[in-house]
């Protein structure tokens, strides 16, 4: 099992940034892909960012340019950079880690209990 900790959220206005960092622990071996997922009250779950233990990344249209995520792996930690946030930015941010099966397919079977950011006008 996978333990994951999300930190780093909180309260920001508009057009400013925050950095999200997740924690992973555990049978850390299994891993070779982590990502960021986000859901707004209403709304279902969506991809935010994922990356792969050798650095390849991939990005929802919506957040491309304006958020960047990266990892440490000697820490064990995936950060996701958030820039340029916006009101409809506002969300839980999950932290999730898996594996890859295909090009551009992943499974994650573990998830965080998710950090909040809220975006202020």
């Known amino acids: 099992q996978v333990q994951l900790v999300e930190s780093g959220g909180g309260l920001v206005q508009a057009g400013g940034s925050l950095r999200l960092s997740c924690l992973a622990s555990?049978?850390?071996?299994?891993?070779?892909?982590m990502g960021w997922y986000r859901q707004a009250p209403g709304k279902q779950r969506e991809l935010v960012a994922i990356i792969t233990r050798d650095g390849r990344t991939k990005y929802a249209d919506s957040m491309k340019g304006r958020f960047t995520i990266s990892e440490d792996n000697a820490k064990s930690t995936v950060y996701l950079q958030m820039s340029s946030l916006k009101p409809e930015d506002t969300a839980v941010y999950y932290c999730?880690?898996?594996?890859?099966?295909?090009?551009?397919?992943?499974?994650?079977?573990?998830w965080g209990q998710g950090t909040q950011v809220t975006v202020s006008s």
């Open positions: 555990g049978s850390i071996f299994s891993i070779n892909a």
């Open positions: 999730a880690a898996g594996r890859t099966i295909d090009s551009g397919t992943y499974r994650f079977g573990s």
